[in-house]
């Protein structure tokens, strides 16, 4: 396992970390108000083996066969229309 930059969690950080009771705590960036999540190494590493080196156009082609009987399905051209229906 390759190891990046490793910084000290703050007093507040780990008593937000605390009342989390083994929950992920989530962290804002009052810059930014993006929302970080904290998780525990362990939990991170059985996360990212489980996903592994997962792309989601690595699925593109078998998800177009398994739905293409529903997506040439002659009902479909009503839900291409729908906005022309309802009106």
Not at 37 to 58: K, N, T
Not at 79 to 85: A, G, K, P, Q, V
């Amino acid at each position: 396992m390759e190891k990046t930059m490793t910084t000290p969690l703050t007093e507040e950080q780990l008593r937000a970390m605390a009342a989390q009771a083994g929950e992920p705590a989530r962290f804002i960036d009052p810059t930014s108000n993006r929302v970080f999540v904290l998780l525990d190494e362990a939990v991170y590493e059985r996360m990212r083996e489980s996903v592994g080196g997962f792309q989601p156009e690595d699925v593109y082609a078998a998800s177009d066969r398994v739905f293409a009987a529903g997506w040439n399905d002659p009902l479909m051209d009503d839900f291409d229309r729908y906005e022309d229906i309802k009106k």
